[in-house]
């Protein structure tokens, strides 16, 4: 067996262009959405991610806004800036790059966003919404996840998904979105013991610890769906997940690549969460 690849830039490009038929469906309204991108200090891979952030919101018919400032900046200055994106009509989404320069509390800065324009969904209130089963805004790595599964019909009633990985960015709100759809949902991480006698009994697993070969074939029950959520380097310095993918792709049904796999998912559910805060808004 061969596991079919799913194609984030597939998938991205087709979500895309009904976030760009929706937006223009607000415009004829006089509503254009739109998200403001903060950037503190000059991190490489910020620089990187927030310059794609923009892109797509242009190329998709939203409006953005760019806001650069030294590192040097202020907690204070910050907050004061959040505050005004706030109080801003022409803003619908909010969104702090992570991480902030150390002397600012980036969990404080997270919880002066508004919840309404809350796009990242990292705020206590989307968590709570999360949680409960709210509306709310997802956080878009895994709401990406969930839009893959759904792209290839699979029902996950039932079924058993293991996420390896307990972050509050991807790890913790992606097992309350497998719950919501009644999957019976087991949370792994770093101090978990035998950690491939949980995966082999898994039909969906989820790899997020942003550390290399985490999973391997023999971890692997034939037939299962592997999303991998990590961003690493081989020693090629070339991109690659935390899935031995090679060999994991002669064993599952289905797998994401690294690169063109959840990535582009990530910026498109921004593009999708900030669409629907600007529809919110116009109501």
Request: some cysteine; aromatic content about 2%.
């Amino acid at each position: 067996m061969t596991a079919q690849i799913i194609d984030g830039n597939a998938l991205s490009k087709q979500l895309r262009t009904e976030v760009a038929t929706r937006a223009e469906a607000l415009k004829a309204k006089g509503v254009t959405p739109g998200l403001a991108v903060v950037l503190v200090g000059d991190n490489p891979a910020s620089q990187v991610y927030v310059r794609n952030k923009v892109k797509a919101c242009e190329d998709s018919g939203l409006h953005s806004v760019l806001e650069k400032y030294e590192a040097t900046m202020t907690e204070a200055d910050l907050l004061a800036r959040v505050e005004a994106l706030n109080n801003d009509p022409g803003i619908h989404g909010i969104l702090v790059q992570l991480p902030l320069p150390a002397h600012i509390d980036a969990q404080k800065v997270i919880e002066a966003v508004s919840p309404a324009k809350d796009v990242d969904g990292f705020h206590i209130a989307s968590a709570g919404a999360l949680m409960t089963g709210m509306p709310g805004f997802w956080p878009c790595t895994p709401y990406g996840c969930m839009k893959m599964l759904e792209s290839i019909g699979y029902e996950l009633r039932g079924k058993h998904a293991v996420v390896i990985g307990r972050s509050n960015i991807v790890g913790k709100p992606m097992a309350l979105m497998l719950l919501q759809k009644d999957a019976t949902v087991t949370v792994a991480h770093s101090r978990t013991q035998n950690l491939k006698a949980l995966t082999l009994q898994a039909d969906v697993i989820v790899a997020a610890v942003g550390k290399r070969n985490v999973l391997t074939a023999d971890m692997v029950k034939p037939g299962a769906v592997v999303l991998d959520v990590g961003m690493n380097r081989n020693d090629e310095g070339k991109l690659c997940g935390d899935v031995d993918f090679e060999g994991v792709k002669q064993v599952a049904s289905h797998i994401t690549p690294v690169p063109g796999g959840v990535g582009p998912m990530t910026i498109t559910m921004l593009l999708v969460n900030t669409l629907e805060a600007a529809e919110r808004a116009s109501k």
